[in-house]
């Protein structure tokens, strides 16, 4: 059985703006709410780190290269 933690000032805000703000967040950001193997997210990860690279770099160029591609 899951117990819920104690209410308290600071989560009864938190839940009410997350509440006010949770359409808004939904228009301007999206998540693909995908899964790889293991080796090949650490693989990832570890060439972001070593390029100093992030996730969206990544999603967005991968994205320009395979628009390109299917323009061919």
Known sequence: MVTR????PQRLANRRYEERNKE????TCGNFQ????RELYDEINA???ENGLTKV????AGYAALREQAKK
């Open 5 to 8: 933690k104690e209410d308290t």
């Open 24 to 27: 808004k967040r939904r228009e």
């Open 34 to 37: 995908t899964m790889i193997p």
């Open 47 to 49: 060439f972001l780190k």
């Open 57 to 60: 770099k990544l999603i967005e």
